[in-house]
C-alpha cells in the first residue's frame, strides 16, 4: 500500500494552501496563530511554520479548525485544488 506523502517528503500536505491563504489574508504567521488562539486552538507562530515548512503533522481537528477559519473547502485545503465556492471568496487562489 502506498503511503500518502508529500512530494518533499514532508510530514502534511497542506503546508503551500496555508501558505497560500495567510498571505491572500495578509496575515503574518505572528497574526495567524492570535487569531486562532481567539478561536480556542492553541497554535503559535512556530506550530504555523512548523506546518507551513511541512515539519509538523496536522490532525483531523486541526484540518477542520483551518478550513473552518478560513472558509475554504476541504478539498482545497488536501489537493489544492479550490472549489468554486473557495474561488469566490478568494479569487487569486491558484490551484497548487
Do not use: H, W
Amino acid at each position: 500500500m502506498e503511503k500518502l506523502r508529500p512530494n518533499n517528503g514532508g510530514k502534511n500536505i497542506i503546508a503551500e494552501q496555508l501558505k497560500a491563504l495567510r498571505n491572500q489574508c495578509g496575515l503574518s504567521q505572528r497574526d495567524l496563530a492570535d487569531k486562532l488562539q481567539l478561536t480556542g486552538l492553541n497554535f503559535d507562530k512556530n506550530i504555523i511554520t512548523r506546518i507551513e515548512t511541512s515539519n509538523r503533522f496536522v490532525n483531523d481537528f486541526e484540518l477542520k479548525s483551518l478550513s473552518n477559519f478560513f472558509g475554504v473547502s476541504y478539498s482545497y485545503l488536501l489537493d489544492g485544488i479550490p472549489t468554486s465556492e473557495d474561488l469566490e471568496k478568494y479569487p487569486d487562489l491558484l490551484p497548487l
